[in-house]
Every structure is written in C-alpha cells, then in structure tokens.
C-alpha cells in the first residue's frame, strides 16, 4: 500500500482529501464516518457576520414588534442580548471533540476589527487551523481593485498576528491578476491557499419575475482552473495549495496532485455519493501508485506542474491556440447538418 499522507500548513493528514466547508460536517454522525472512511481533515461550516448581524436584528424586531401598543405597558419581552457567535462555537467545539483527525474552522467577516475577533474566538474552539473565506461584492463604482486587494491582504496580516494556529485563504477566482494576489497573501503569511470558492449567483424566476438563489452541486469539471492555477504556483509560494470545486473521483485527485496541489476539498461528490465515496478515492489512488510505482504522493506531486515541465507553453494562451487550430476535430465531434 502506498502511503497517501500529506503535510498541510504543517499540519500531518492520514490523507489528501479534506472535507470543504458545508453543512455535512453539522450533520449527526457524518464527520464519523467521513474519518473512518479516511478523510484527511474536515473544514466546519463558516461562521458568517452578515449572518450573526441579520439574526441579531431580526430578534430585536421580534422583541419589540408590541411595543407602545398599550399606555400601560411600554414592552412585553425583557430586554435579550444576541448570543452572536457562541452557537456556532460551541457546536465547532463539539465538532472537534467527536473525532480524532484535525479540524479546521471557516471564517467570512465584514469589518477588519471583526475578523481578528472572530478569529480568536475559532481558535479558543481547539480547531487545527483557521479558514478565511475571503470574498468582496463590489458595488460602487468609485471603489478600485486594487483598494479591495489591499484590504484584504491587510486582513490576512492582521488574523495571522492575532492567532497562533496556521491560517488558510479560500479565494475567488475574481482578481485581475489571481497569481500576483497569492503572492501578495503568501508574503503576509498565509499558510495555505484554497482554489477556489464556489460563489453562488442570483437567478432570475420568469413566471415570478423575481430573484431566487439556485443551490447545485458542481460541476463534474469545475476543478480544471484549480488545476491550472496549482500547476502555475507550484514551487513559487511558500504555503500549501489546496484544490476545491468539482473534485468527485480519484482520477480528478491524482490530476491536482500531478499539477502540483498538496491538498483537494471535496463537497459534491460527498452530497451525492455519500461518506463511503472517500473509501472508494482512496483505493482508487492506491491502486493507480502501486501501477505506478509510486510509494508516496511526494513521488508525483508537482511533475506536471510549470516548473517541471520541459514544455513552458503547456499553461500559457499557446495552448488555447493549438485548441483553436485543431477545431475540425470538434466538427468531426459535433458535425454540422
């Protein structure tokens, strides 16, 4: 048997796979199973501020919604504080006594003083390590990229000074240059970086003519742009690169590792073909190193990436183009009636 450990922020995994942040690791008994079937690590769901400050305003509207409705009587609820984050850490907490592989926390703040509070509050938890789910909405026009970059590598500074637990960075796709940005979070201090986040867009109901949220799965090749961007920062950072997004089979792993990710998340694949799916991965990796001659993921990782490749053209637009010169393969593929 080949050995599928891994070291992640410093952190040694039985595997490579990690559970991505979602409401699996919340569902009794799934995170147990997850570990017995081999999961490497598990990422709890995110503690979101919008979420706290929307729950806390919509009790305080609760609370006083009868209020001055009589002259004698000015309220009919006691005055209650919102207990902000504290469900949300005690069931992490809970989570990570339950079982026996590290376990990570997720994080997505609005205010820089809040981060860096929550932060402390996750790492009271015990976690392994700390998530930061960075994502800006821009809606101004008068707000600059480079201001929303600037702020956000502020914010990994500021967390990495305010905790001693190793600290990721999920990211978004969006940034006009993503490698010049990882550079810019990895020179902070990031310890890892997750690619990418699944960010979920409005839609458009047209019988209703309202806006409604879709929940999918992802799609079974959403982890070709994680596969690309692993290839190109392999052997140029100093963290850990983590792949995520559309990884259901052991072949799609083996791909990641082979550009150069360290890690993968899997979600999807979880949500459809329930925990024993990572037992399944996991041969199937086994099976593939032993054919392979491999002993370890150290012994591939990286081998197809930028820096190994004799080819520099493999990951640059030359290789849209060749695509586009061999279009009447397509024809022959789709032909035109």
Same mark, same amino acid.
């Given at each position: 048997m080949a050995n599928l450990s891994v070291t992640y922020m410093g952190i040694k995994l039985k595997s490579p796979l990690i559970?991505?942040?979602?409401?699996? &690791?919340?569902?009794?008994?799934?995170?147990? $199973? /997850? =570990?017995?079937?081999?999961?490497?690590?598990? !990422?709890y769901k995110s503690l979101f501020e919008e979420q706290v400050q929307l729950e806390d305003l919509q009790m305080s509207e609760d609370l006083s919604e009868y209020e001055y409705r009589n002259a004698e009587m000015e309220r009919l609820f006691p005055s209650i504080e919102h207990a902000g984050p504290k469900e949300h850490l005690f069931n992490l907490e809970k989570l990570k006594k339950s079982v026996n592989i590290p376990v990570f926390a997720s994080l997505n703040a609005i205010y820089e003083p809040t981060w860096v509070e929550y932060a402390k509050l996750l790492e009271k938890t015990g976690v392994d390590g700390l998530e930061l789910n960075?994502?800006?909405?821009?809606?101004?026009?008068?707000? &600059?990229?480079? +201001?929303? =970059?600037?702020?956000? !590598?502020q914010i990994v500074e500021a967390v990495k000074q305010a905790v001693k637990i190793p600290v990721s960075v999920k990211l978004s796709l969006y940034y006009s240059n993503p490698l010049n940005f990882i550079k810019k979070i990895d020179e902070a201090?990031?310890?890892?970086? !997750?690619?990418?986040?699944?960010?979920? $867009?409005?839609?458009?109901?047209?019988?209703?003519?309202?806006?409604?949220? &879709?929940?999918? /799965? &992802?799609?079974r090749k959403d982890h070709l742009l994680a596969l690309r961007f692993a290839g190109l920062l392999y052997g140029n950072l100093d963290g850990s690169i983590c792949a995520s997004r559309g990884v259901y089979n052991a072949k799609d792993v083996i791909k990641l590792i082979l550009a150069g990710a360290d890690t993968v998340q899997v979600v999807s694949t979880v949500y459809k073909n329930k925990p024993e799916v990572i +037992?399944?991965? /996991?041969?199937?990796?086994?099976?593939?190193?032993?054919?392979?001659?491999?002993? +370890?993921?150290?012994?591939?990782?990286?081998?197809? +990436?930028?820096?190994?490749?004799?080819?520099?053209? !493999?990951?640059?637009r030359g290789q849209y183009v060749d695509i586009l010169m061999k279009s009447e393969e397509v024809f022959k593929k789709y032909p035109m009636k």
């Open positions: 559970l991505g942040s979602c409401n699996l &690791s919340m569902k009794p008994g799934v995170p147990e $199973q /997850l =570990e017995e079937a081999g999961i490497g690590a598990i !990422v960075l994502y800006a909405e821009p809606g101004y026009f008068e707000i &600059s990229g480079q +201001s929303i =970059e600037d702020k956000q !590598v201090g990031a310890d890892a970086y !997750v690619l990418f986040n699944r960010l979920f $867009q409005p839609d458009i109901d047209l019988d209703d003519q309202e806006f409604h949220y &879709s929940w999918n /799965l &992802s799609n +037992s399944d991965i /996991l041969i199937d990796i086994n099976r593939w190193m032993d054919e392979h001659e491999f002993k +370890s993921l150290d012994d591939f990782r990286g081998k197809l +990436s930028r820096k190994n490749l004799k080819d520099p053209f !493999v990951y640059q």
